[in-house]
């Protein structure tokens, strides 16, 4: 059986703050392999196509916006039950919960913002994964 596979982005906080290097510390630290990495800057279309099932809610331009608003770092990891794993990794959505020791619960916090910034983005199940690594890595 080949291993499962997850697409995680550490997001334009992420970057900014250099913290890409601790992200993928974290996740080869928990014993999850990196298969494809690429830094890009995410233009709208593709923001929109990644984040189709947030269309409507009043975070969503906010959300588009801050993924625009410098490079991200995309990144396929692979490992049994690596889309539950790196999720528990990276904790809770929001970041003033988010338990201690997970990356948003360490690395993050409230900012104020209208759009939570929480550091990653980890695909939610192996339907989005295949969704959204498709759509960052087109040839893979
Ligand atoms: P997650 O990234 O934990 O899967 P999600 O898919 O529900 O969370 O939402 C995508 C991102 O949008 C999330 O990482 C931060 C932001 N967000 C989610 N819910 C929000 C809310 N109620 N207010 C502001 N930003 C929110
Ligand atoms: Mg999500």
């Given amino acids: 059986m080949s291993a499962e596979k997850t697409l995680i982005l550490v997001k334009p906080d992420g970057v900014r703050r250099g913290l890409t290097g601790e992200v993928i510390s974290r ?5 999850y392999s990196i298969e494809a990495l690429r830094m890009l800057n995410a233009d709208r ?4 196509k990644h984040y189709a099932e947030h269309a409507g809610k009043p975070f ?4 588009v916006e801050f993924m625009m608003s410098g490079p991200i770092v995309a990144i396929v990891a ?3 039950r690596v889309i539950e794993g790196f999720r528990s990794l990276a904790g809770a959505t929001d ?3 988010a338990a201690p020791g997970t990356i948003r619960g360490d690395l993050a916090r409230d900012q104020g913002t209208k759009v939570v910034q929480n550091i990653v983005h980890g695909s939610d199940s192996p339907e989005s994964a295949a969704r959204e690594i498709s759509i960052f890595f087109p040839t893979n």
Avoid: D, F, M
């Fill in 78 to 80: 692979t490992g049994n």
């Fill in 27 to 31: 996740i080869e630290s928990k014993g």
């Fill in 45 to 48: 279309a593709l923001l929109e």
């Fill in 95 to 97: 970041p003033t919960v």
């Fill in 60 to 63: 969503y331009e906010p959300l």
